[in-house]
């Protein structure tokens, strides 16, 4: 087996000391303060001309129940509910949960239109980026955007929120653009939500629509055929001579039958006398509208008439709301002027040490070759 060479010993006047090594910085102490005041020189220069970037951010809060209540009440209308919510709750209990938009239903479809692309399309369509090219593409605005733009949710209870931040080079500018950003979801959400309604509204409005005309039709089927009866009934009248109903002969039928009641009534309809039947068929011919006659009209027209005084697009509605008391929030990120003089001081000391040492240790080698 082949021994091995042992390892060569160092030489001691190769190795440095701390106190060589203080002693050797003593001496180079121009050089490390030379370093170190040209690097906070370039760590200024780099502070002052490199544009300062903020972030400006806004708080938004969830809706409250009167935010919701009109909504609600519009769609107690739709269902043929009481409009009042106070009233609604106290006649369904907890069926109202199912019937009555509640604040964290709404807080929930704000949060996916505040993050959706949709707001984010429209928001780059209506208002510049700020900070971006006049000329630029709708996809560099987008992506600018994307950098940019932070969506913070706190799903905290009662402490829920959502803080929108965005970044950039112009404060003044950035605290309009995040304002118009949040309120830009706000309306999205609530026209979302107002769409909807619109929905139910016209879909209700045509089922009435439809049924008041099933209703007329055979209001008019009923009229004509009442006529009908009546022609016949006049014509027997004046056949017999029957002027008026004879005394003491009222045409009323006792019992539980009434469809034999209806037939036994149009069987003897001519002996109310030709006068009275005349008098009634010429009212009927004369007469404009059945409404007032027809069974389950009412109840219709009236509905009918509430929902056309409902007014969606005027409505107050609300699914999240500012906070006035934090309006906007201006933060200087970059550059971090203190932390950019403290490494630029630190890398000029050891860079400053290195050199020294370099030196040092070239100078050392040169004398022992020579």
Known sequence: MAKQNPLPAKDPAEEISLRDLACILRRTWRLTFLLVCLAVLLATAYIYFVPP?????????????GDLAIYNATQGILADKPADARILREQMGDEIRNTLLQP???????????????????????YHPAGAARDATPLTLRRMLDR??????????????ARVTLRGTQPDVLSERTIQYARLALALGRDMLLEDLKSQLRVQNDVIDKRIAALREIGRYQRDARMVRLRDAITVARAIGLAKAPENSPLIVVGDDRAGASRHADGLLYMRGYEALQ????????????????????????????????????????????????????????????????LSVLASLVLGCAVSVACHMLAMTDSRRS
């Not at 970037?53 to 129940?65: A, K, N």
């Not at 940019?148 to 929120?161: E, F, R």
């Open 53 to 65: 970037v903020y972030e400006v951010s806004v708080q938004v809060l969830p809706p409250t129940t």
């Open 104 to 126: 964290d239903e709404a807080w929930n479809r704000f949060l996916a239109v505040l993050q959706s692309g949709s707001v984010k399309q429209q928001f780059i369509t209506e």
């Open 148 to 161: 940019n733009l932070t969506v913070t949710v706190n799903k905290g209870g009662a402490l829920a929120s």
């Open 279 to 342: 008098s009634e068929l010429t009212q009927l011919q004369q007469r404009q509208n059945d409404d007032a006659y027809i069974s389950g009209m009412l109840p219709l027209i009236e509905k009918q008439t509430r929902l056309a005084h409902v007014d969606i697009d005027d409505m107050r509605l609300s699914i999240g709301r500012i906070d006035a008391a934090s309006d906007v929030y201006v933060h200087k990120v970059a550059p971090r002027a203190m932390l950019i003089l403290a």
